[in-house]
């Protein structure tokens, strides 16, 4: 069945928002209202079904209003908006051109650096770029600038299902090829219901956007801002060096970041006590919370509720949360905060190598299940199998992740069963990495350790090479 409230941008076009003057974006220096971001958005999407064929549509953008434009864009059209890291190399970027068969591309700046005559040659001959874009035309003489877009679009968001693809997130993988984690539509809608009935956005909420929109985080926060009619303030990569001064200057009422934020802001001496006064919701996820941090954070931000949230890519944004409170909930002998306890219709579990479920207190392998999962991999159905198995007759995301629950129902990580790393909240197979070590080297003598730590957190990755060729 399909049904329009399915739509993840129907908000947008409910409550008046569609005509609205409050500021829905702001970003690269300018300031859209709700009128004028749902306006660009049915620009787009008569764009984007013009030329539906897969209904995927390529977001080579981010941190800018062209990347929320095409995300929006796309959701109106009933597409699915497949985010690209622009930090690729051209390879991977012509690698992923290709399995991918896009409809339309959207480019900022930055993506338009990377549209060489290569990459031209293989994206989809409909290119929307941003209007600060400059040059595009020698490499893409058909491209698309936001405002000469013709007028119209469809008058409504398209009609979906729970089941649609709203975005397809990209991981890093084993054997080098990356993981396209396909994630419903329903999945989306579930997280955005049950994080906005526990913590309430209000329209006069301002959110800040701290993440490249490759990092899954960025869907909670634009997507609950623009439910509750807030207004969305997107960081630049230099305003994200000094996020404090962001903070107090835009005041922020609502931010989520990684971890790895907070030691930063710590090594800078920026986060003082009741320095961030105008936080009311804090919340942190994509790696494990050291409790001295949390601690840090939530005296600096003495108005803020603050929450300790789990969940893999694959399991929509987030999907275990634990608030931050004294005496807070320490995983043992980690000094970390626990990851809690499952969202509404969320299941957690601790399984063995037999995927047997394990008694309190005993370390296993930490499973998910629930209306938050991803329908898989694209183009890796095998991948998708083996990670996705129906146990009992239920389905659940076998997440690699180490963990245990407590006599308390709390649930605890307790860091990977396999060599992925994250280097500030980012996925990184080591293998991948070693891989193209082998490769640059000539060398099948290569090592890849996570390292410098912090507060048990990485933060880099370094490479060892045993050869007689220069690296």
Known sequence: MLLASDNLALP?????????????????????????????????????QDVRRTGRVGILASRSVAACAGILGTAWSGGTYVPLNLKLPEERLLYLLAALDLDALVVDARGARMITPAVAAAAPQMIVCGDNVRGIETVAPGAVRLSEMGEGGPPDPAPVSAEDVAYIEFTSGTTGVPKGVMVPVGAVNHYLRVTQAKFALRAEDRVAETCDITFDL??????????????LHVMSPLEMVSPSRF????????????????????????????????LRLS???????????????AAAAPNSHVENIYGPTEA?????????????????????????????????AILDETLRPLPVGVAGEIALSGPQLAHGYFGQP????????????????LTG????????????????????????????????????L?????????????WPTRDGLAEGIVGFVVGDRPA
């Open 382 to 397: 095998d991948l998708t199998d083996a990670r996705f198995p129906t146990i009992d007759g239920k389905r659940w995301y």
């Open 247 to 278: 903070i107090r200057d835009r005041r922020i009422s609502a931010w989520l970041s990684v971890p790895s934020i907070i030691a930063m802001m710590r090594k800078t001496r920026a986060l003082e006590p009741g320095s961030l006064p105008s």
């Open 12 to 48: 947008l076009h409910l409550g008046g928002l569609a005509a609205s003057e409050r500021t829905a974006i702001v970003a690269e220096g300018r300031e859209l209202s709700y009128g004028e971001t749902a306006a660009l958005a049915r620009r787009l999407a008569g764009l984007f």
């Open 316 to 348: 929509t944004v987030a999907c275990l949360w634990q608030p931050v409170r004294e005496p807070v909930a320490i995983t043992p002998s980690r000094e970390i905060v626990a990851i809690g306890t499952p969202y509404p219709e969320m299941e957690a």
């Open 218 to 231: 960025s869907v909670h926060d634009m997507f609950l801002a623009w439910q509750a009619g807030a207004s």
């Open 438 to 450: 082998r490769s640059a080297s000539g060398s099948d003598h290569v090592a890849a350790v996570a």
């Open 283 to 297: 919340w942190f996820c994509g790696e494990a919370l050291p409790a001295g941090a949390a601690r840090a954070w």
């Open 401 to 436: 992740d180490l963990g245990m629950q407590d006599e308390n129902g709390l649930f605890h990580h307790l860091g990977r069963i396999d060599n992925q790393v994250k280097v500030l909240g980012n996925r990184i197979e080591l293998e991948e990495v070693e891989m193209h």
